[in-house]
């Protein structure tokens, strides 16, 4: 299939590596006269996403830069967001600002105390999260976490000084003057009503724990193609591929927020087919090397 002409004109990218491109799911990579990538995207139709970035104006600059595109398709959308994810991350293309790797997370974790529940912004090294059961929400900051407890705060009626980010005197705190505390920092209001709006506000954001003992599979099909996602704690440990008969391991030590983010739907929500038994045929395929293989051979 040829490029339209009216889209080959505007830039200078090797048309041969425009025509191969399918209408497929996968991950695409514009590159320029240096060994990193420009760009790394993914799509479930490969050559429509690659030629509408072509036309987009705003987009003129990378195009200009751009003399080939390459791709790798997978067997469907969870392997392409995957793989989009881990190529933006180890190489960080000068035009990905999205999904570049996020060096330290927190969370909110709700303690009780002798009055109720106090919610505590901790580190990801403190909350051990994607294993612990009692996390809501992650953030790239301690600041972060404080201005969405703020946002709740206000939008549920809750006490400031009760959550640990105002004083109080024995009149209670601010918010009780302006009316946006209900008055459970001086007994107005009982305790528990106010520790279940809270926990009301929360619960939105709560962070799901590894719900299995051991690795699971994500297994996604394209005909008689097969590709299985082994995952465990939500850390993506790599793919096998029925095409290679491989595993192609994927390094990932530390909880990763948008590997996090591609998953929990998908497992949490039973919308993708899953594999819980480790005795299954390919399992002594994980154990063999394959780094270096792609599923598009």
Same mark, same amino acid.
């Given at each position: ?28 990579? #514009? ?27 705003? $987009? ?16 469907? $959308? ?9 190529? =933006? ?34 580190s990801g090294n403190e909350a051990d ?16 976490? =404080? ?72 297994? $996604? ?25 491989? #595993? ?24 993708? %087919? ?6 299954? %045929? ?16």
């Open positions: 299939m040829t490029v339209s002409k009216k889209v080959s004109e505007s830039h200078r990218i090797d048309p041969a590596s425009l025509s191969a491109l399918p209408h497929s799911t996968g991950v695409y990579v #514009f590159r320029g006269t240096s060994t990193l990538p420009l760009y790394i995207g993914k799509s479930l139709d490969i050559r429509s996403r690659v030629l509408s970035h072509l036309r987009a104006a705003d $987009e003129a600059r990378m195009i200009a830069q751009t003399r080939r595109i390459d791709y790798i398709e997978t067997a469907g $959308e969870i392997g392409a967001l995957l793989l989009e994810s881990q190529m =933006i991350k180890a190489y960080s293309p000068l035009y990905n600002i999205r999904l570049r790797r996020v060096r330290s997370l927190c969370s909110l974790r709700l303690l009780a105390d002798q009055q109720g529940l106090v919610p505590k912004v901790v999260i994607g294993r612990a059961p009692d996390l809501f929400g992650l953030f790239s900051s301690r600041h972060a976490a =404080i201005e969405k407890l703020r946002h709740l705060a206000a939008e549920y009626q809750l006490c400031l000084a009760l959550l640990g980010l105002e004083r109080t005197t024995n009149r209670g705190c601010f918010g009780l003057q302006i009316k946006t505390c209900q008055g459970a920092c001086v007994g107005k209001e009982d305790r528990t009503v106010h520790d279940k709006r809270l926990r009301d506000a929360l619960a939105d954001l709560q962070v799901h724990a590894w719900p299995y003992r051991g690795a699971i599979s994500v297994i $996604e099909r394209n005909g008689a193609w097969v590709q299985k996602h082994r995952v465990h704690d939500w850390r993506y440990l790599g793919t096998w591929c029925s095409k290679t008969r491989l #595993f192609t391991k994927h390094h990932q030590p530390s909880f990763d927020l948008d590997t996090y983010k591609i998953l929990v739907r998908p497992i949490m929500l039973g919308q993708a %087919e899953l594999e819980l038994d480790d005795q299954d %045929e390919t399992r002594h395929n994980y154990e063999q090397a394959g780094d270096e293989k792609n599923c598009n051979s």
